[in-house]
């Protein structure tokens, strides 16, 4: 069974920072895009950071340029978000999913079929 697990969120002030994991089983990572999206109650999931271990392909939403990092561990079974200089702005609860219908990254929720549980991560002023 294809399973996505997220952990690492919290609370932490503005100019913060923290690193979220998303472990992933049931599958090969590298068949995959992994992506991280948020959401925010009565607002959309946003795409955030996709990874692409297979040809090292990303993505960063404009906003997490330069403050955010995607990576994966060396055996490819967890994706992390190395998320730095957080803004209020930045709260949400933070999903991570994988898709392989498109050989690419996308922001899009709609090409990726696996999802974890979320966590919340909170930045306060």
């Known amino acids: 069974e294809m399973q996505l697990v997220e952990s690492g969120g919290g609370l932490v002030q503005a100019g913060g920072s923290l690193r979220l994991s998303c472990a992933g089983s049931g599958f090969r990572l590298d068949d995959y895009a992994i992506a991280w999206f948020r959401q925010v109650p009565g607002k959309e999931r946003e795409g955030v950071s996709c990874?692409?271990?297979?040809?090292?392909?990303?993505y960063y939403e404009d906003s997490a340029k330069g403050r955010f990092a995607i990576s994966a561990d060396a055996a490819k079974t967890t994706v992390y978000l190395q998320m730095n200089n957080l803004r209020p702005e930045d709260t949400a609860v933070y999903y991570c999913?994988?898709?392989?219908?498109?050989?690419?990254?996308?922001?899009?929720?709609?090409?990726?079929?696996?999802w974890g549980q979320g966590t919340q991560v909170t930045v306060s002023s």
């Open positions: 999913a994988a898709g392989n219908t498109i050989p690419y990254c996308s922001s899009s929720d709609y090409y990726y079929d696996y």
């Open positions: 990874l692409r271990t297979a040809d090292g392909g990303t």
